[in-house]
């Protein structure tokens, strides 16, 4: 299997732009989950999905955020307009059904807002 | 609530010693706990975890962690460390009485093995 697929690996835009991040979860997984990671607050969920459908989206900073997951396979984290206190790694992560089962993370897109 | 402590920013051990990477849990019911790799530039790679069974869990890369209930404790553990180990470890807890999916991350230990 490839893994958690993102895109870009690599983002650079300035104050105000849309960006939009993307996911491709490990084949057969039912949960996704995107997470940020910063210097001053860690490993921080944003967000997680279930079958398709958000289940928890109290990690979303405001609502400048937003995800979306149309298929078992795809799932968008959209910021719009972008703020350089936006500039983090962003991992998209996915797992099986289970409350022990591991989740797989992706390599992370690396975003800075100038 | 659930948290994660890891109360070193960084582990310093040379190649061939034991090296230890502390970590402590709090939930309210009972945990399954997990460990995490990092490395320069790359996601999180999972090392292990506890979910029942047997106190000790072995994992990849000769890794090894030991739940301890009393102490509240999950320290990751390596017989002899490689200087390939230096990276990023994360401990991380979900309460199992919880239906939530969420994983919660402790700080990051960055362990440094010198040659």
């Known amino acids: 299997d490839a893994g958690v697929i993102q895109s870009p690996r690599h983002e650079v835009t300035e104050m105000g732009q849309e960006v939009t991040l993307r996911c491709k979860p490990i084949?057969?997984?039912?949960?996704l989950f995107w997470y940020r990671q910063t210097m001053m607050r860690g490993l921080e969920l944003l967000i997680y999905?279930?079958?398709?459908?958000?289940?928890?989206d109290s990690g979303m900073p405001e609502d400048r955020f937003s995800a979306k997951m149309p298929n078992a396979s795809f799932s968008t984290l959209k910021i719009q307009p972008s703020e350089p206190r936006d500039s983090a790694v962003y991992f998209c992560?996915?797992?099986?059904?289970?409350?022990?089962?591991?989740?797989?993370f992706g390599p992370g897109t690396r975003l800075l807002v100038l | 609530a659930q948290s994660v402590a890891q109360p070193e920013d960084q582990v310093n051990v040379a190649e061939g010693n034991p090296l230890t990477v502390k970590c402590t849990y709090s939930?309210?019911?009972?945990?399954?706990l997990f460990w995490y790799v990092q490395y320069p530039n790359r996601g999180l790679q999972f090392l292990l975890k506890?979910?029942?069974?047997?106190?000790l869990v072995k994992g990849s890369y000769g890794f090894e962690a030991e739940f301890n209930k009393s102490q509240t404790s999950f320290h990751l553990k390596k017989p002899s460390a490689l200087v390939s180990d230096s990276a990023l470890y994360f401990c991380?807890?979900?309460?199992?009485?919880?239906?939530?999916?969420?994983?919660?991350f402790g700080s990051g230990t960055r362990l440094l093995v010198r040659p």
């Open positions: 992560a996915s797992s099986l059904r289970g409350a022990g089962e591991t989740q797989y």
């Open positions: 999905f279930n079958n398709n459908v958000p289940i928890d």
């Open positions: 991380a807890v979900r309460d199992i009485e919880g239906s939530s999916y969420k994983l919660i």
């Open positions: 084949s057969g997984h039912d949960y």
């Open positions: 939930v309210s019911g009972n945990p399954y």
């Open positions: 506890y979910i029942t069974g047997d106190n």
